[in-house]
């Protein structure tokens, strides 16, 4: 198997940034899960623009990203992997159309719809065994998280506690057959007895499909907010120990941590647990919100940009998704063919 490198990433932010205070101003307070620490509000997070669509936003980071890896690596991807959490069209990916404006012409177009928070992870996974076993050359990967400006910010649903929470931003990453930042081992773990406790609420009680003037949401219910705080403190955790182990290593010895962005909660229970220092564990939740299956790359491009990434630092990347039917963590050693 060749060895396949994280070799560049890039992000984008829609412009409009938004105070907890416009939620504020209308939200229902009298519900079961108002004040839940849950739903704890980020000081700022972004909102994609009424025609702006997960394409659009993928094209401006894949743009940035294509400038920097330079004409001749981009004409080797022939792997693009895409995540979405609202796809902008019912029944395909956002790979195809990315594909076409971009430029690239992949082999290979493959959506991960079913790994939301964790889908970073997945990617990595899919593009080391395909890119390793000789199949591809190089891969794209693609996640776009773009609800908060959506379903967030329907009249109705902005009142409801959890759509405080989200942000929009999406990431693109570049990987291929090298030794200079190499992803050195993937976990992933498939859940589905917890697959139907994340789904879609309407007020109406029809199917997402049918005529309505109900307004959609991701459900939440008191109980089931008890189980997936208890799954995520649980499952991350489980997963970066899972690689620490076969590397013959533990948490100690990571330079970074990097997770998705859930809220407070999460992000402390899994500093606590694998007993990383806080400035070791990236933090963007109080910047940008809960970023879904944007989380990881996006705070991982801030950390870079930031220099809080430093060339051979060993990165461990984590996160869940959903109620915990997905979970995946991947460790990298990050650039380090060209560390001082």
Not at 41 to 48: D, E, I, L
Not at 154 to 180: F, N
Not at 299 to 320: K, N
């Amino acid at each position: 198997m060749k060895t396949v490198s994280l070799l560049e990433v890039a992000s984008y932010l829609p412009p409009n940034k938004v105070p907890t205070q416009y939620f504020l101003d209308i939200q229902d307070t009298s519900g079961e899960l108002a004040g839940h620490d849950m739903f704890k509000a980020p000081t700022f997070r972004h909102h994609v623009g009424p025609e702006e669509s997960a394409a659009d936003m993928i094209e401006k980071a894949g743009l940035a990203l294509l400038d920097r890896i330079g004409p001749d690596e981009a004409r080797t991807i022939d792997l693009v992997i895409t995540y979405s959490s609202l796809p902008d069209l019912p029944f395909a990916g956002a790979g195809a159309e990315i594909s076409h404006r971009l430029g690239l012409k992949p082999e290979w177009v493959i959506d991960t719809h079913n790994c939301g928070c964790a889908a970073f992870l997945q990617m990595l996974r899919l593009a080391r065994a395909l890119i390793g076993s000789g199949q591809a050359r190089s891969a794209l990967l693609c996640v776009a998280q773009n609800v908060a400006g959506t379903v967030m910010n329907q009249p109705e649903i902005r009142k409801l506690p959890e759509a405080v929470v989200p942000g929009d931003a999406c990431a693109v990453a570049y990987v291929a057959a090298s030794e200079e930042s190499p992803i050195l081992d993937v976990e992933v773990r498939n859940l589905g007895e917890y697959a139907k406790d994340c789904g879609l609420s309407i007020s109406d009680g029809r199917r997402y499909w049918e005529p309505g003037e109900g307004q959609m949401h991701p459900g939440f219910t008191p109980g089931k907010v008890a189980e997936i705080v208890e799954r995520g403190n649980r499952l991350v955790p489980e997963v970066v120990r899972a690689v620490c182990d076969r590397m013959e290593i533990t948490p100690a010895d990571l330079d970074v941590l990097i997770t998705n962005q859930p809220n407070r909660i999460f992000l402390q229970k899994w500093k606590e647990q694998l007993e990383i220092k806080p400035e070791r564990h990236l933090d963007t939740y109080d910047r940008f919100g809960n970023l879904f299956g944007a989380g990881v790359p996006v705070t991982l491009d801030h950390g870079v940009r930031e220099g809080r990434i430093h060339d051979g630092s060993l990165l461990m990347l984590a996160g869940f998704a959903h109620a915990g039917d997905f979970a995946g963590a991947a460790a990298v050693r990050w650039r380090t063919g060209t560390a001082a």
